[in-house]
T-cell receptor
């Protein structure tokens, strides 16, 4: 149980284009989904937190107009990187938590990540 | 403020035991979590402690002392596949506050 998928796993795009990344909880309803970014050999950096049906909460320094988050259902959240530039190249990882799974409601289950390369 | 400290890197030998420590100072506390992250992959959940004491799960055990703001992850019978980063995190307000991770290198 508690499986999270993420699509695509890898994307290469040209500078200036937009890229959409999907995150799905496959066997549970996600109360909250989180989006992280991780640069090589660095720590996880939380970008934003989203609850189904409400606006995402962005961390300080993360541009909400550049990183659009939509959380339309209890099993799907999307992150769109708009007008991507080479400095946006990174490993983007989503995670989900649930109020209904056994164990701690703070446990986050991660998707496999999306490696974005902007040329 | 929020502060979680763990060693940057540790080295151990295959078959041995290693203990990765984590100390924390956070405004809230709703449990101490350990995750494993292999290079180039997303983190996977290992363990969760909310009460003081030791939780054992196969080769991995996790300990918590809330009064000391201290936890450790104990890995026994180390295997080469245990080479990874181990992330300590504190649950607070439905979020996880992350440590920077400890890179564990296993040598044959």
């Amino acid at each position: 149980g508690a499986v999270v998928s993420q699509h695509p796993s890898r994307v290469i795009c040209k500078s200036g284009t937009s890229v959409k990344i999907e995150c799905r909880s496959l066997d549970f309803q996600a109360t909250t989904m989180f989006w992280y970014r991780q640069f090589p050999k660095q720590s996880l950096m939380l970008m934003a937190t989203s609850n189904e049906g409400s606006k995402a909460t962005y961390e300080q320094g993360v541009e909400k107009d550049k990183f659009l988050i939509n959380h339309a259902s209890l099993t799907l959240s999307t992150l769109t990187v708009t007008s991507a530039h080479p400095e946006d190249s990174s490993f983007y990882i989503c995670s989900a938590r649930s109020n209904t799974l056994a164990g701690s409601t703070d446990t986050q289950y991660f998707g496999p990540g999306t490696r974005l390369t902007v040329l | 403020g929020q502060n979680i400290d763990q060693p940057t890197e540790m080295t151990a030998t295959e078959g041995a035991i290693v203990q990765i420590n984590c100390t924390y100072q956070t405004s809230g506390f709703n449990g101490l979590f350990w995750y494993q992250q292999h290079a180039g992959e997303a983190p996977t959940f290992l363990s969760y402690n909310v009460l003081d004491g030791l939780e054992e799960k196969g080769r991995f055990s996790s300990f918590l002392s809330r009064s000391k703001g201290y936890s450790y992850l104990l890995l026994k019978e180390l295997q080469m596949k245990d080479s990874a980063s181990y992330l300590c995190a504190v649950g607070s307000n439905y979020q996880l506050i992350w440590g920077a991770g400890t890179k564990l290198i296993i040598k044959p």
